[in-house]
């Protein structure tokens, strides 16, 4: 499919044509679709949607709060559960403040994030744990 769709415009429309060994060969998938079926796809490109840095499911547009941890921890008890991470994550993405990769689940990406800053694993994170990712680049320089 990428192959069919490399230097594709937005607004243009193609049709794809996918043979069977590049599809789902001779087996087909069962009860979807037969085996040994070539595929015709008519795809319209509506728009391009910018990805993420190689290496990065989230993002920042702008500058990050010096404030971040404080932020995140809305109860002020100094421990962030991933509920509160989560909330905090999905409202930044909302405003345009942040992006999470497009075409990945943002519940599992959410949750990665924050099993990332759970250092020691206790279901929850600390001032101390918690650390952006040009942070830890920095710490790992010293």
Not at 86 to 96: F, L, M
Not at 132 to 141: F, P, S, T
Request: aromatic share 8%; net charge negative.
């Amino acid at each position: 499919m990428d192959m069919g769709l490399r230097e594709m415009c937005v607004g243009e429309k193609r049709t794809v044509i996918i043979p069977p060994h590049l599809g789902y060969g001779e087996a087909g998938v069962d009860g979807e679709v037969p085996g040994s079926a070539v595929l015709v796809f008519d795809i319209e490109l509506l728009e391009l949607v910018a990805g993420l840095p190689e290496g990065y499911m989230f993002i920042w547009n702008g500058e990050v709060s010096p404030n971040l941890f404080e932020e995140i921890d809305k109860d002020g008890n100094g421990e962030v559960l991933l509920e509160e991470f989560s909330e905090y994550i999905h409202a930044q993405v909302a405003s345009g403040k942040g992006k999470l990769a497009p075409g990945f689940d943002a519940e599992l990406i959410v949750k990665n994030m924050f099993t990332n800053q759970d250092r020691n694993g206790d279901g929850k994170v600390t001032a101390e744990e918690f650390k952006l990712k040009d942070q830890e680049a920095k710490q790992d320089e010293l």
